[in-house]
């Protein structure tokens, strides 16, 4: 871009949009990366949109311009869906957080994209609705970051993914159209299903402005546990026994045991330094007794001594605020150090003989790795805390990674089970997808013919 | 096509398929349309291959002669999905119809397209798995068909529509390549969502030919019931309180008098003619038991008399064949008949309005209608049972259907619950979703770049 466009540019973000256009270099820097290792230069201006009317002449401006966009709504991503590039703008929707509309006999709501869960559920506590947005990635994420990613985390095994619980989209489009996909009606075979097609596409279709939501009802009854193991593996045949008895889990975490070390320090808690499952168990009073009886028996068998019952609503959100911050806590471990996180997901059956290989793998390396997941779903984590900037320890952790995604593959699993593609796994969905990749690329084309949203993420 | 075009595309369809390429006239016939009014001119002929090489192969051959092709399930849809043009090719999948494998600790099983739901069931039953596919349409389609239209039908309130309940894909795209979509693992975010896309494709995008869906458990306890109500409103509110009470409903289903007049003389049973639900309910005794017992207690307050219970498995199943032969049994009220249906859905709280504001219009109409529901849903249909090739009476009927799909497109609902498009609802497409269309549009361009793969369905 020469320097008479690079004013022309300014000066038509300026007017448009004032002092929510910054070139401010603190800013810039704030919006230049994720919560990972991955690295980002330094976009060329931040915008704060707050309208689809604003993102949709942003995108306009950006098109005239050629100019790449990024859209980042808490950067608390790991795959590098939001790092930043030389000349790129940098669209941040945290000032689109206003929830629209909330419905509580059709049990949905429609909120910005730049509305985080928490402030969500926190307004339908306020309005006394008795209803929750049940998906619970750890993270205080932004809705539009979780659409973007598909996101998911300890709750999908009984509420869903977030395919599961959009029912509709406004999207802004790369022409600078505003469109909207889906509806609020609970079902619909009404053409292609542009909403699922957005959810996963983590910036590079579109720009995800509203969200229309499902809402769970909150559960008359909650328990929760905790029961360490001797080992892993024992950990992973309790959550199989579990899963084939059909208990009802809400959440069931596994944490091994350096990431238990890592949860006691960061957290000041108490807990054994053992693997450990978390459980949760929603329902009417009696479904959940049941599960939960069930469900100790059936743990008790390999566990180091008794389920420690948290009924208490306190100790139950310390016990859930320690495994979201697991990662900090991992990080933690290690001051000054970068997350690198790996995040393959396979099917069940599988899930022991993945863990157990996984852990001969880290057995070989020098590497410090925590592990972690939401083994209900057959979904872990290796956490490494690695030095910034040193190459030999990030080759490592990425060879292994590499070899993790391997053996998850082989198993008829995903290399990312909840965190995308982002610039991380490029090469990975080339060997997950192989030649549907091709069609991906072929609507990418199509949608953004001059590759302008979030390019360079999810395809190499 | 010219006569020598025509000649050797005969030929090497002969050759690659021998006997399964035909061009006899009855054959044609019984692939020209679907089970609805929608007229089809016959197809040139009719192609039966049994491998995922043959179909990749025979599109190869149309992409070089530039010859549309159809794919065919079981022709028991009713937009006119399947209805044939001049010089198609008609691709019926039914001979590609084995298990491919089933995976009981996983709770999933891979199955090619003209396996139709329930051969899975059967098969599931014999391999003693306590499993079953519970997407329940009704008719017994092909779940090749089902992803196509993202069917659902009665059960969905409890087990969801097809896109909740496929894993993955392969797909023949319109170059001929073979790839595969999803995967086995119970969440993935690699990449675009291409097995969400397919589901409701309607063949527009490429040939389906094996799918990977999820098993649910077999209810430990099931429970049925049929209640019959004073007026469609005093059924209707009674689902929003049930509803509204979140009681666990694995199936609720709303039929008008005439219906169950119809119902009554097409499967020989004697239930009150008038407006009846039917219920069911799975779980384990103990949540059944609860769950029943409450769903009695909140509908005895509007209902004529007493639940009328079938516990006895027989007579369950006889209750619901009943409820699914419903369509034909509306036909059956006018013999000779041909059928159009409608299908909107709409979000919950709106439902008792839009089924009034229905009724209120069939009242204006001399045309029979019977009215029925998957009311949990927030769907339900208006089947008229028309003369053939009466001009009038059609235009009546697409009249009124218009009318109830812009009812529901007010009310934020959508023109088709489950029927999908096809080309009965093509310009309700365009009303339903505007510019988001163009998006549709964009990627059936991308991905069928000659317009081959099922032309003029879904779009005008």
Request: some cysteine; aromatic content about 6%; overall charge negative.
């Amino acid at each position: 871009m020469n320097q008479h466009h690079s004013q022309q540019i300014h000066r038509e973000f300026q007017s448009l949009l004032g002092t929510r256009y910054t070139i401010d270099k603190t800013i810039r820097e704030a919006h230049a990366k994720d919560a990972s290792y991955h690295q980002g230069a330094l976009p060329e201006a931040v915008v704060f949109p707050d309208s689809n009317k604003e993102v949709s002449e942003i995108v306009k401006i950006c098109a005239k311009y050629n100019k790449p966009i990024i859209p980042y709504g808490t950067g608390t991503g790991v795959e590098g869906a939001v790092v930043s590039s030389e000349g790129a703008l940098c669209m941040s929707l945290n000032r689109m957080n206003r929830i629209l509309s909330v419905n509580p006999s059709d049990r949905d709501a429609t909120v910005q994209a730049g509305v985080t869960r928490l402030e969500l559920n926190t307004h339908l506590a306020k309005l006394g609705t008795q209803l929750h947005f049940p998906v619970d990635p750890g993270a205080d994420a932004s809705l539009g970051g979780m659409v973007a990613t598909r996101a998911s985390g300890t709750s999908a095994v009984y509420y869903g993914t977030m395919s599961d619980n959009v029912l509709g989209l406004t999207v802004i489009t790369a022409d600078g159209n505003i469109i909207s996909t889906g509806g609020r009606s609970r079902k619909s075979a009404a053409g292609y299903d542009l909403t699922r097609l957005f959810i996963g596409s983590e910036g590079t279709l579109g720009i995800i402005t509203e969200i229309t939501v499902k809402l769970a009802r909150l559960p008359e009854a909650v328990a929760a546990a905790v029961c360490a193991f001797p080992t892993v593996d024992a950990a992973v045949n309790t959550v199989l026994k579990l899963m084939d008895a059909g208990i009802s889990l809400a959440r069931i975490e596994l944490l091994d045991a350096l990431q238990m070390d890592a949860v006691n320090k960061y957290s000041r808690l108490n807990y054994d330094v053992a693997p450990t499952l978390f459980f949760e168990f929603h329902g009417s009073p009696n479904a959940v007794a049941e599960s939960s009886e069930i469900a100790a028996s059936i743990a008790s068998v390999n566990c180091n001594g008794d389920f420690r019952w948290t009924t208490d609503d306190t100790e139950r959100k310390q016990l859930w605020q320690a495994r979201y911050d697991s990662y900090y806590a991992a990080l933690n471990l290690r001051p000054g150090s970068v997350g690198y996180v790996t995040d393959v997901c396979v099917p069940i059956s599988q899930l022991a003989l993945c863990i157990n290989t996984t852990r001969a793998l880290l057995d070989t390396s020098q590497l410090m790795a925590t592990m972690l997941g939401h083994v209900g779903d057959g979904n872990f984590h290796v956490v490494f805390p690695l030095e910034p900037n040193n190459r030999e320890e990030l080759a490592e952790a990425q060879n292994i990674s590499n070899q993790i995604v391997d053996i998850a593959l082989e198993m008829g699993g995903t290399c990312t089970g909840e965190h995308g593609i982002g610039i991380g796994k490029r090469c990975a969905l080339e060997k997950e997808h192989g030649a549907a990749v091709n069609l991906m690329r072929a609507i990418k084309n199509a949608l953004d013919p001059q590759n302008l949203m979030n390019p360079g993420k999810v395809f190499l």
